[in-house]
Nanobody, 119 residues
Framework: QVQLVESGGGLVQAGGSLTLSCAAS????????MGWFRRAPGKEREFVAQ????????YYADSVKGRFTVSKDIAKNTMTLQMNSLKPEDTAVYYC????????????WGQGTQVTVSS
């Protein structure tokens, strides 16, 4: 009963920036962690970044550390991913996900938004 909708994807040149947003609705009161994942063409889905919904503690994959910043706005039930210094290898469908505090892990997923980085 949690709905997630990503937005902000698009085409950007290498070295450029893009900001993704994830709007959460439904029964979000027990949200524990929200995160970003991505799936590049021909590759498995991989973790990108996450943020604790209460304290705002963040964690990043090594591949994006120092370039991406995840943030939250609890009042708006929104999570964002600021992506800087984008590389062609960042090209992927990006998904937001919610980890509800019921021990079930990342059980809710958005539909994904395409990010394409041209060289």
């Amino acid at each position: 009963q949690v709905q997630l909708v990503e937005s902000g994807g698009g085409l950007v040149q290498a070295g450029g920036s893009l900001t993704l947003s994830c709007a959460a609705s439904g029964r979000t009161s027990r949200t524990y962690v929200m995160g970003w994942f991505r799936r590049a063409p021909g590759k498995e889905r991989e973790f990108v970044a996450q943020i604790g919904w209460s304290a705002g503690i963040t964690y990043y994959a090594d591949s994006v550390k120092g370039r991406f910043t995840v943030s939250k706005d609890i009042a708006k039930n929104t999570m964002t991913l600021q992506m800087n210094s984008l590389k062609p290898e960042d090209t992927a469908v990006y998904y937001c996900a919610a980890n509800i505090a019921d021990g079930g892990g990342y059980a809710y997923w958005g539909q994904g938004t395409q990010v394409t980085v041209s060289s």
